[in-house]
């Protein structure tokens, strides 16, 4: 089976210290065809709440280092893809379009981890189930404003703010129960517009799931969504290709018999 893992970090992200070289070798013993590195540029600063110039960058950091892990190792183990994964970009869209259309990257993941009225979610305190699930309903509405913003290909871990709820002892999810016509929204709007979401299983390496639910995935499939990749959402060595296989198995139940891999911004299905 072909196995490609579509959500890499290394020390470019701010919140990684393993070499492109570490991650690359890391995913290769774990049966890895594929990855694409999707470093974090975001732009909002997850401390100050202000536009983050380090973005700026964070293509150019991307290339030297891949340059220089070619220059050290030119015969690299698997195909590697270089992406990015974008984040907060509605605090300036017109820097954020600009950074996407880079030509050096394969492919762009629009991402959201901080909520204009709450902050970074992994820096929230969760009070109560009302609580979690106002900010879901938020979280989701600043996903549709993102949809509407042409800058990415697929949107990335769709409900990941379960994590950290989980974490704080909140058995809450993002659901077709509790969120379904914004959900809905949400997905038609990706798919009119020929992007795709990937599904994330840091979560379900964390115990609490992958991001989207199946059953999210699954009304994807069934609205007519095809893109849709597999990431392991690592950050370090350890964590190389984790549960990639059984994301793989959550899509093929959903009824993907493909999944997407992207070069230059063109996406290609592979059987799976």
Same mark, same amino acid.
């Given at each position: 089976?072909?196995l490609?893992?579509?959500?890499?970090?290394?020390?470019? =992200?701010?919140?990684?210290r393993?070499?492109m070289?570490?991650?690359?070798?890391?995913?290769?013993?774990m049966?890895?065809?594929q990855?694409?590195f999707?470093?974090?540029?975001?732009?909002?600063?997850?401390?100050?709440?202000?536009f983050?110039?380090?973005?700026l960058?964070?293509?150019?950091?991307?290339?030297?280092?891949?340059?220089?892990?070619l220059?050290?190792?030119?015969?690299?183990?698997?195909?590697?893809r270089?992406?990015?994964?974008?984040g907060e970009p509605?605090?300036?869209?017109?820097?954020?379009?600009?950074?996407?259309?880079?030509?050096?990257?394969?492919?762009?993941?629009g =991402?959201l981890?901080?909520?204009?009225?709450?902050?970074d979610?992994?820096?929230?305190?969760?009070? =109560?189930?009302?609580?979690?699930?106002?900010?879901?309903?938020?979280?989701?509405?600043?996903?549709?404003?993102?949809a509407?913003?042409?800058?990415?290909?697929l949107?990335a871990?769709?409900?990941?703010g379960?994590?950290?709820?989980?974490?704080?002892?909140?058995?809450?999810k993002l659901?077709l129960?509790g969120?379904g016509?914004?959900?809905?929204?949400?997905?038609?709007?990706?798919?009119?517009n020929?992007?795709?979401?990937?599904?994330n299983?840091?979560?379900?390496?964390?115990?609490?799931?992958?991001?989207p639910?199946?059953e999210i995935?699954?009304?994807?499939?069934d609205?007519?969504?095809?893109?849709i990749?597999?990431?392991?959402?690592?950050?370090?060595a350890g964590?190389a290709?984790?549960?990639?296989?059984?994301?793989?198995?959550?899509i093929?139940?959903?009824?993907?018999?493909?999944v =997407?891999?992207?070069?230059?911004?063109?996406?290609?299905?592979?059987k799976?």
């Open positions: 089976m072909f490609a893992d579509y959500h890499v970090h290394s020390d470019v =992200s701010q919140d990684s393993a070499s070289y570490e991650m690359v070798e890391a995913e290769a013993k049966g890895m065809e990855i694409c999707t470093n974090h540029c975001d732009m909002c600063d997850w401390h100050t709440y202000q983050n110039p380090s973005c960058t964070r293509v150019s950091e991307t290339m030297e280092k891949y340059n220089a892990m220059a050290e190792h030119p015969i690299l183990p698997i195909d590697v270089l992406g990015l994964e974008l509605l605090f300036d869209t017109e820097r954020a379009q600009a950074i996407a259309a880079s030509p050096e990257l394969d492919m762009v993941m =991402s981890h901080i909520l204009q009225d709450y902050g979610l992994w820096n929230v305190k969760f009070t =109560s189930p009302e609580h979690c699930r106002q900010i879901f309903h938020d979280y989701m509405d600043e996903l549709i404003k993102m509407e913003i042409d800058y990415f290909d949107m871990h769709i409900g990941y379960r994590r950290y709820m989980w974490q704080q002892g909140w058995d809450e659901s129960e969120y016509d914004k959900i809905e929204h949400l997905l038609r709007l990706l798919i009119d020929g992007r795709g979401i990937e599904i299983c840091s979560g379900i390496r964390d115990g609490c799931g992958p991001f639910d199946p995935i699954k009304l994807y499939k609205m007519g969504g095809e893109i990749t597999v990431g392991s959402d690592a950050h370090k964590d290709a984790k549960c990639i296989r059984e994301g793989y198995e959550i093929k139940s959903c009824g993907f018999e493909y =997407s891999t992207f070069k230059k911004r063109k996406c290609e299905f592979v799976i």
